[in-house]
């Protein structure tokens, strides 16, 4: 086996360049994926912990899945009479009884639970209108479900009970009113209500929707503003196991009929722009990993067109064809080890670099700089995808070279 | 029972429409210690003939004994153990590696071997290289020797492996008189100190006639001189 290591390295090593080449293209591969697999997985784990530690776990809302089935429907099941235009039934939103079903739900364990009211609002400062949600919640159910009460920048949770109308801004929806701490607000509901609010809280998150578009006041509050006197139509939910969290869904939206969202249904379509992010990145990376595979192929065909005779020779010293295969795939494997080694190099400097990197970005979580995952697994996957993609580009003129018989080569030298 | 025997070896190329003969039902027997020089004129299948003696090409018909092992049944990797123990090749060209030097070159076929520790390979290696007087060459590429160096290095590295036979096509074709006389002279001493046997195949006829057997072939077939 030394031998045949012996004479791979020769040849790499007897055409600098052209190994330099193939060795730098894999190593461009695996360093790019490395950086990239880095920044995306870490914006990815990043924000999804942000989600898990800032929202519910769980959130079951007023509404159903499908429009329940008009009565005249249920009744003619498949008659041949249509109705058209019927409006739904008069019902009053929110979940009903939803004390009950809070309490229910905290008995199965490993659950806390909080109610809270959402609606649209408009809040007015001097000319400035700003649409936006209000959350109406009670502070000590509520800390025990979400995170609010750390992210506080300002003011404490209880501030909601010591002023009238004490109401949280997100530091977002804040910032675009212009106002702070102790500046008292309009807030108008959809129902007509207006309502002066004392700001006793500023809330970052990190997490854009809630930081630009959320306000916290008391439930009671909320429902007046609202004019939805005992109306919950919002419970909230935190686990102690996460994971459970789709499985605990679907089986409390079975039981109550309300739609219920695990944190994975509410943040649906972020993550499935990881998804796609990650198609994206892993194609793209591949693709620079393939076409370092064509180099070696591209080199190893050239050497083994240059070296028949010396297959030829090394055939009739009584090298097998195996030894032949054998020699050609460790150079590729010698081009791929080499350049997964250098990339490895490459990518580290790359992750650092970026890392190094302070500006601030604002996409579905608020961050300074790109969060990095510097994950050892991200080394090892590049480092096998590069190492089959160099073997498999080696095999086919390893192949062909194997296949050379050695008298055709001899008798034509002749 | 000779040391290579050849019995009804015929090989056809290109089977078919428009096929080639190039050896026609030879039957041959090389006893041990013999040196043979295989003669004829271009395209008499002389060097066919020495190829499939050597287990480089494969009979279409007939077969190839070696030292009394029947070598028809053997697959291609088993042909090839056969070829690195027992067989040593010299070539018309030199046909050493260019990325080695002479030292490495004759190191190959021990190396592949592996029945050497690397110790005894190398004092072996040394010499061979002092036999063929190629002993301030060791540390040369190919590309560094002439002609003639070359070709002594080729038959060092045909001898690596202790061989039973030496097959050597054409060995003195690309050397001057003086060099080709001193390879056939080497071949000599080999067959009457070293007791090797040497097949050769030539057709300088001064050189075959230092030779103790001449296979005359013509047309493929065996044929009086």
């Keep these: 086996m030394r031998v045949l290591v012996g004479i791979a390295l020769a040849h790499l090593l007897n055409r600098k360049r052209q190994s330099a080449v193939s060795v730098g293209g894999v190593a461009l591969g695996v360093g790019f994926f490395i950086g990239m697999a880095a920044m995306m997985s870490g914006f990815q784990s990043y924000f999804i912990a942000k989600v898990i530690d800032v929202s519910p776990h769980i959130t079951m809302k007023d509404e159903y899945r499908s429009a329940p089935l008009q009565p005249a429907a249920l009744v003619y099941r498949g008659g041949a009479v249509s109705l058209q235009g019927q409006r739904p039934l008069d019902e009053l939103r929110g979940i009903r009884e939803a004390r009950a079903t809070m309490a229910e739900i905290e008995r199965v364990g490993g659950v806390a639970v909080a109610p809270t009211l959402r609606g649209p609002i408009i809040l007015r400062y001097g000319s400035k209108d700003v649409s936006g949600t209000i959350v109406g919640i009670e502070p000590e159910r509520e800390r025990r479900v979400t995170n609010l009460e750390r992210d506080l920048e300002a003011g404490r949770l209880e501030g909601l009970y010591a002023t009238a109308n004490g109401v949280i801004l997100g530091a977002g929806m804040a910032e675009k009113l212009g106002i702070g701490m102790g500046d008292t607000v309009s807030a108008i509901s959809p129902a007509g209500v207006v309502m002066s609010m004392k700001v006793t809280g500023i809330v970052r998150t990190g997490i854009t929707t809630i930081d630009n578009f959320e306000g916290y006041a008391l439930l009671k509050k909320v429902q007046i503003l609202q004019n939805r006197a005992n109306i919950v139509n919002q419970i909230r939910m935190r686990l102690t196991d996460v994971t459970l969290a789709g499985e605990t869904a679907r089986r409390l939206e079975e039981r109550y009929g309300y739609r219920t969202e695990s944190w994975e249904e509410a943040n649906k379509n972020v993550l499935g722009i990881f998804v796609i992010q990650n198609a994206i990145m892993y194609t793209s990376v591949g693709a620079i990993l393939v076409v370092a595979g064509f180099g070696i192929f591209n080199i190893l065909s050239t050497v083994i067109f240059e070296k028949t005779r010396d297959i030829a020779i090394l055939r009739s010293l009584g090298f097998t064809e195996g030894d032949i295969r054998t020699i050609f795939v460790l150079e590729g494997l010698a081009v791929g080890l080499g350049g997964t080694l250098l990339g490895w190099a490459l990518g580290f400097g790359i992750t650092e670099f970026l890392g190094s990197l302070k500006f601030s970005v604002e996409g579905f979580v608020k961050t300074e700089g790109f969060v990095l995952d510097r994950s050892f697994r991200h080394y090892w996957m590049v480092a096998l995808f590069a190492l089959a993609v160099s073997v498999f580009a080696a095999f086919l003129p390893a192949r062909r070279a194997a296949r050379v018989r050695p008298v055709d080569i001899i008798r034509s030298a002749a | ?225």
Aim: aromatic share 4%; proline share 4%; hydrophobic share 45%.
């Design chain 2, 1 to 225: 029972m000779g040391l290579i025997r050849a019995e009804g070896v015929t090989k056809v190329l290109n089977e078919g429409a428009n096929e080639v003969t190039l050896v026609r039902d030879i039957d041959l027997d090389i006893d041990k210690g013999e040196f043979v020089a295989i003669t004829g004129p271009s395209g008499s299948g002389k060097s066919s003939l020495l190829y499939l003696l050597g287990l480089l090409d494969l009979p279409t018909a007939g077969r190839i004994l070696l030292d009394g092992q029947d070598t028809s049944p053997l697959d291609s990797a088993e042909l090839a153990a056969l070829r690195l123990a027992k067989l040593g090749f010299v070539f018309q060209f030199h046909f050493l590696l260019p990325e080695f030097t002479t030292f490495e070159n004759v190191m190959l076929p021990m190396r592949r071997l592996g029945a050497l520790d690397e110790p005894s390979m190398e004092a072996r290696t040394r010499e061979l290289l002092e036999r063929l007087d190629l002993s301030k060459e060791g540390a040369k590429r190919p590309g560094q020797l002439s002609g003639g160096q070359r070709q002594r290095v080729a038959i060092a590295r045909a001898l690596a492996n202790e061989p039973l036979v030496i097959l050597a096509d054409e060995p003195t074709g690309n050397l001057d008189t003086r060099n080709a006389q001193n390879v056939f002279a080497i071949f000599r001493r080999m067959v009457e100190e070293g007791g090797r046997t040497v097949i050769a195949v030539t057709h300088d006829t001064d050189l075959a006639a230092l030779a103790r057997r001449r296979v005359h072939i013509v047309d493929g077939r065996i044929a009086r001189p």
